[in-house]
């Protein structure tokens, strides 16, 4: 058995019991502010006039969207592909779903830059490391506008998921 | 061991104490703000917005760097009392750089938050330093980034308070350590230090946890009524200044030469002499006191300082009167004078039915864009701010309490 003053003088667990509690703080603080704590600000926005997309084509839009930014609010633009679809419109993301680079149009399909993923003219991956189809968005007509809802989703996942701020 | 190298052994345990937490909390602190004259109040009152948890943080924060002054002046003293100065001169010394570091960090980091105490502070001691004779300019504009405060002031002050300080601090923590304490400390000495670290940083964080951070409203380089006034540190140099406001150099320069200097010197000052060593350090303790109570006297008229949310409600109490008690009426019955001579549609705020069916978000919305026929739009006339602080005074004043 430990003598009383052998075990006054295990000092190590107080040093590390102090370090710990002295870095808690700050610790607790950067995992709990991983979560912004707000989503108020509306995630759709306006793609423009649906008048000039075509059937099976697919053709860029820019748009552009207020975001609350924690103590900002920012005006980010992004780009989405939109094309016509029988009655309706289909609207796919253009972060490519493997590491988040922006895909381009390639033929009838879209390619990656990054890794060389090529998604056909449905948006599926035909060859390279993405892992799952294009992000499908949701969308809306609004006075022959069409607003599309936009979205991030988590990268490598093997199926769309929508990442919440 | 005398009651004197009893209080200097607390004092140092307690400044280690203090910059480790300084230290640590800045970690957490650094995460959440921006070096930035746009957006470091933003950033700052959005940690105030956070919680009680980053709340805490600051506080802690704020709170210590006196607690770090205080202990390193009162190590200096008591050292000096000692006679540690004579016989550990490199100790002596390292101590009195560390010391000098912690006032660094104190002038870096107080124009942060960029509140008005942080913005109007940092424009006088911006002036003071440009009192110094020959360097004064150099040294003034190499710290904000030119002769005038500009948007390069906050960066450079930031990486001085969380680089380039805490790099020399650390080298000199280091040169300290390896200088070998006097006694070793092992087996039960070095216990019962780090108990004492211990019940120091649970004196701490209580203190933290009740008594939070000033924050003051946003820096406003326009408003002619505000007084700064220095931390208590710098109180006795304030009110030297101003005794003394025909030859500011004294103040800037000649007062922190003589500080140096004692420090360097201290190790030749009075070896001998117990007695006149204590003289001195109480001499200076006095001078210290007095200044620093004749400063708070001169004071004591100057207005209060009121904090972000008491002038923001104010504010919300001011605008309410000018732009919206002519309809709504003083009680938000919608039967201000304007509503009752024209007959306009004016809810009554306190009808808990109109505030179950709008949120914040419906009411903020209301006062920006205006609400039916007769409702002003008021979003170009109020920032976001104004809107948000009325959309409280509104709950506040007329919500009717949940039954």
Not at chain 1, 79 to 108: I, K, M
Not at chain 1, 121 to 133: H, I, S, V
Not at chain 1, 135 to 152: I, K, M, Q, S, T
Not at chain 2, 174 to 179: D, K, P, V, Y
Request: proline share 6%; with cysteine; net charge positive.
């Amino acid at each position: 058995m430990m003598r009383r003053r052998e075990l006054l003088a295990a000092w190590r667990p107080l040093a590390a019991a102090l370090a710990g509690l002295g870095l808690l703080p700050s610790a607790v603080y950067w995992w709990r502010s991983t979560r912004s704590g707000d989503s108020s600000s509306s995630d759709w926005a306006d793609a423009g006039p649906t008048a000039g997309l075509l059937e099976d084509v697919w053709q860029p839009r820019s748009l552009e969207i207020e975001r609350r930014n924690r103590w900002r609010v920012d005006r980010e633009r992004h780009t989405v592909y939109a094309r016509r679809r029988g009655t309706g419109f289909e609207v796919v993301s253009s972060v490519c779903p493997h590491t988040g680079c922006l895909v381009q149009r390639d033929g009838a399909g879209f390619a990656c830059p990054c890794h060389w993923s090529h998604f056909d003219g449905e948006g599926r991956p035909l060859d390279g490391p993405a892992p799952r189809p294009l992000d499908r968005l949701e969308w809306r007509l609004e006075a022959g506008r069409l607003r599309v809802r936009l979205v991030n989703f988590r990268p490598g996942a093997a199926r769309s998921e929508p990442l919440r701020p | 061991m005398t009651i004197v190298a009893r209080l200097r052994e607390i004092s140092a345990v307690a400044g280690l104490v203090s910059l480790f937490l300084l230290v640590s909390s800045g970690f957490g602190l650094g995460a959440g703000y921006v070096a930035s004259e746009r957006e470091a109040f933003d950033s700052v009152l959005f940690l105030h917005r956070q919680g009680a948890d980053a709340v805490f943080l600051r506080s802690l924060h704020h709170w210590l760097a006196s607690v770090l002054v205080f202990c390193g002046a009162l190590y200096l003293a008591l050292s000096f009392l000692e006679g540690i100065a004579a016989g550990r001169r490199a100790v002596f010394w390292l101590s009195g750089g560390l010391f000098f570091v912690a006032v660094g960090f104190c002038f870096t980091g107080f124009p942060l938050p960029m509140d008005q105490n942080a913005y109007w502070g940092m424009v006088v001691r911006f002036g003071i330093v440009e009192t110094i004779p020959l360097v004064g300019r150099g040294l003034a504009a190499l710290l904000r980034g030119g002769a005038t405060l500009d948007a390069s002031t906050l960066p450079r002050l930031y990486t001085l308070h969380a680089s380039v300080l805490p790099l020399l601090a650390m080298g000199l923590l280091g040169a300290l350590l390896s200088q070998r304490p006097g006694e070793p400390a092992e087996g039960r000495r070095l216990h019962r230090l780090l108990s004492l670290c211990l019940v120091l940083l649970g004196l701490a964080y209580a203190f933290a946890a009740v008594f939070e951070a000033p924050l003051e409203p946003r820096a406003d380089p326009a408003d002619t009524s505000y007084v700064p006034r220095p931390e208590w540190y710098f109180l006795w140099l304030y009110q030297l200044g101003k005794l003394l406001a025909a030859v500011p150099w004294v103040q800037s320069l000649l007062v922190p030469a003589l500080g140096l200097a004692t420090l360097v010197a201290a190790p030749w000052i009075f070896t001998t002499s117990f007695r006149a060593r204590l003289l001195l350090v109480s001499f200076a303790g006095v001078a210290w006191a007095g200044l620093t109570g004749l400063a708070l006297l001169q004071n004591r008229d100057l207005p209060a300082r009121p904090s972000y949310e008491q002038a923001l409600r104010s504010r919300a109490e001011g605008l309410y009167r000018e732009e919206c008690q002519s309809c709504h009426g003083a009680g938000g019955r919608g039967d201000g004078s304007q509503a009752r001579a024209f007959g306009l549609d004016c809810p009554d705020l306190t009808d808990p039915g109109l505030w179950e069916a709008r949120s914040d978000e419906q009411l903020r919305l209301a006062i920006r864009d205006g609400q039916g026929a007769d409702m002003p739009a008021f979003g170009e006339k109020l920032d976001s701010e104004a809107i948000e602080a009325l959309v409280d005074l509104l709950r506040r004043r007329f919500r009717p309490a949940r039954r």
